[in-house]
C-alpha cells in the first residue's frame, strides 16, 4: 500500500485489513476535508521534559521514548476524507461500479483501503476523470465551510470505537458523501499516476513452526503495537520470550522496514501465531475475547489491563478457564511484582487472612478529546486506570470477597470509589486526570495493618513505620515492577508453571466492572 506523506507517495506499507463487512477499495479520487486533531497524546518537547523523564524513567528508556515518538509523528497526522474508488476484487469484471466513501480517520491520502459497507455508496456522479491507475487528490483541509452534520459525528471514527449509528443517521451519511463526491471538482485535484508495487510486500510472510524454541526461549505472539507495547512489553519480554509476530490494525504504525518478525494488520490470530505466549496489548475490548481464545489453543495469554469491559466477555472468559484445566492467564498488573510490595507484605505481616487497609490518590495524565480510551468501547477511566490499585488491593488482602461497595464522579472532576472487603478491609480510591504528559501518572498509596502504616509514592519511594519508629524506608526505579514482572512471566512460561488462579483474574476484573456500571448510572451501591 502507498501512502501520501510529504508531497510523495510512499510505498511499503502494509494494505489495511479488510474484514467481513468491509468493501476493499482501490482509490481514483481522494478529497480530505479534515486535520484531525487530539487523537494522541503529544508531549511537550522540551529539554524540561526530556530531563524529567530521565530522572523517572531512566536514560535508556527515555531513549525509547523518544524514538518511538519521533517516529509516530507520521502516524500521528491522521485526516477525515471522503473519496471514490473501484472495489478491488471486481477488477476483472465487465462492470466495475464506483463507490464514493468516507474514511474517518486515516492519513491524507492512501491508494487502497478497506471501508465499512456502511461508510460507502455507489457513485453516480461525474466520472470522466476517475480511472485506474491514477488518483485525483484534492486537499480542501483549510477549507472552513462548516461539513455536513452526518460525516461531522463521524471525524475519527473507528470500528473498534463502540460508537454506532442508527439506519436514519447511516443513510444520511451514504446520502452526504455521495453529495459532496458528486459536487467535487475533480478536474481541480492533482492527478498522481499510481503504478502497483513491485512483488509481494504487502502480504505478511508465514513463519515456519510457531512453537519451535530458539536459543531456549519460548515464543510468543504480540497483538498491539502501540506506545506501551513498543516501548515496555517488548524491551522487557526480551530476554524470556521471543516475539515472533506482531499484530497492528494501523498500517502507519507498522515499521516498514520489518526485519524477521511476521507483521500483519489483521486483528485475527493466523497460521504464525502458533506460539507459546500471547501478548495481548490492544484495544481494551478484545483483552478478553483474545485471552479465551489463547486458553482454548492451549497458549499462555499475558493480558495487559483491563482484563474485560463487559460482564459478558468475562463470564466467557471464565467459563473458558474453568473449562480447560491447563489454561495459563498472567494479569499485568506490575504493582503486585514491585519490590516495595514485598517490602509491606514483610513489615505489615500479610497472611492468614490479615486485613490491609489502603488509600490510594492516582493523578493519571490528562489525555486528548478523541483519544481510544475515550471511546464507550473503553469504558470508563476507572477500568481503564483504576484497576490497577482495585487489583493491588485485592492482592494484599489475598482476594478476599468484597462485600460493599460505592463510586461517585464528584464536582471536582475526580472519581472516587469505597470497597469493603469480607476480611474486614476497606479501600479508598481518588483518580483524577489533572496531570500533565511530561509527568505522566502521580500515585500515593497509604497501607494500614493493625499498628503498622507504609506509604508508596509515585511505585518508587516507600516508608513504613509503627508508632513513632521508622521500620523501612527505601526507593526503587519507576519501572522496577514492570521488569520484574515480565522476568517472572518469562520464567513460568518457560517452565510450564501455572498462571493467575481464576479466583485472582475473577475477583479483580469483576469487582472493576461493577464499580464501572455504577458510575455510568447501571448500579447503585452495594453494601
Not at 89 to 107: D, G, K, N, Q
Not at 155 to 167: I, N, V
Not at 277 to 286: D, F, K, M, N, V
Not at 332 to 348: E, G, H, P, V, W
Request: overall charge positive; charged content about 25%.
Amino acid at each position: 500500500m502507498r501512502v501520501f506523506q510529504k508531497g510523495r507517495w510512499v510505498g511499503g506499507f502494509l494494505p489495511y485489513h479488510c474484514g467481513a463487512e468491509d468493501l476493499p477499495i482501490e482509490v481514483v479520487g481522494w478529497r480530505v476535508l479534515r486535520r484531525l486533531r487530539g487523537i494522541y497524546p503529544e508531549p511537550p518537547r522540551t529539554l524540561r521534559t526530556l530531563a524529567v523523564a530521565i530522572k523517572k524513567y531512566g536514560l535508556q528508556a527515555t531513549v525509547r521514548k523518544v524514538l518511538s515518538r519521533l517516529a509516530e509523528r507520521s502516524r500521528n497526522r491522521k485526516y477525515a476524507s471522503i473519496g471514490v474508488g473501484y472495489v478491488a476484487r471486481c477488477r476483472t469484471a465487465s462492470t466495475m461500479p464506483l463507490y464514493a466513501f468516507l474514511a474517518p480517520c486515516h492519513p491524507l491520502a492512501v491508494d487502497a483501503l478497506a471501508v465499512h459497507r456502511s461508510m460507502a455508496i455507489e457513485y453516480d456522479g461525474p466520472a470522466d476523470l476517475l480511472c485506474l491507475g491514477a488518483i485525483r487528490l484534492l486537499d480542501s483541509s483549510c477549507d472552513r465551510t462548516d461539513l455536513p452534520e452526518a460525516i461531522q459525528l463521524l471525524l475519527g471514527w473507528h470500528q473498534r470505537s463502540g460508537c454506532l449509528l442508527d439506519a436514519l443517521q447511516l443513510t444520511r451519511l451514504r446520502e452526504a458523501v455521495l453529495h459532496m463526491a458528486r459536487d467535487t471538482d475533480w478536474a481541480q485535484a492533482t492527478r498522481y499516476v499510481v503504478q502497483e508495487e513491485q512483488g509481494r510486500r504487502g502480504e505478511p510472510r508465514l513463519a515456519k513452526s510457531g512453537r519451535e524454541r530458539r536459543f531456549g526461549k519460548p515464543t510468543a505472539s504480540l497483538f498491539g503495537y502501540g506506545q506501551h507495547a513498543k516501548t515496555i512489553v517488548l524491551p522487557y519480554v526480551a530476554s524470556t520470550l521471543r516475539v515472533r509476530t506482531v499484530h497492528e490494525l494501523d498500517p502507519t504504525q507498522i515499521p516498514r522496514r520489518r526485519g524477521t518478525r511476521v507483521w500483519t494488520t489483521s486483528p485475527d490470530p493466523g497460521p504464525a501465531d502458533d506460539t507459546d505466549t500471547w501478548l495481548i496489548a490492544g484495544y481494551h475490548s478484545t483483552h478478553a475475547p483474545m485471552a479465551a481464545e489463547a486458553i482454548r489453543r492451549g497458549i499462555a495469554a499475558v493480558v495487559e489491563k483491563p482484563l474485560a469491559v463487559a460482564d459478558e466477555q468475562l463470564d466467557e472468559l471464565m467459563s473458558v478457564i474453568r473449562r480447560f484445566p491447563g489454561a495459563r492467564v498472567f494479569c499485568a498488573f506490575q504493582l503486585r511484582y514491585s519490590a516495595l510490595t514485598a517490602s509491606a507484605l514483610k513489615d505489615l505481616n500479610v497472611g492468614g487472612g490479615r486485613a490491609v487497609s489502603c488509600e490510594c490518590e492516582i493523578h493519571a495524565a490528562q489525555l486528548p478529546p478523541l483519544h481510544w480510551y475515550r471511546w464507550p468501547s473503553s469504558r470508563s477511566r476507572l477500568l481503564s486506570n483504576g484497576c490497577h490499585w482495585l487489583d493491588y488491593f485485592l492482592f494484599l488482602n489475598q482476594f478476599s470477597k468484597p462485600v460493599g461497595h460505592a463510586v461517585e464522579n464528584s464536582r471536582d472532576g475526580a472519581v472516587r470509589c469505597r470497597v469493603e472487603l469480607e476480611n474486614g478491609a476497606s479501600l479508598s480510591l481518588m483518580l483524577v486526570e489533572d496531570s500533565s504528559a511530561r509527568l505522566g501518572v502521580g500515585s500515593r498509596v497509604v497501607l494500614k495493618a493493625g499498628e503498622v502504616t507504609a506509604e508508596i509514592v509515585d511505585a518508587e519511594k516507600y516508608w513504613s513505620w509503627k508508632g513513632g519508629s521508622i521500620l523501612t524506608k527505601t526507593r526503587v526505579p519507576y519501572l522496577e515492577g514492570i521488569r520484574r514482572m515480565y522476568a517472572d512471566f518469562g520464567r513460568r512460561i518457560a517452565a510450564g508453571e501455572p498462571g493467575d488462579s481464576a479466583e485472582s483474574v475473577e475477583t479483580t476484573a469483576r469487582l472493576t466492572l461493577q464499580l464501572d456500571r455504577q458510575l455510568n448510572g447501571h448500579g447503585g451501591s452495594s453494601g
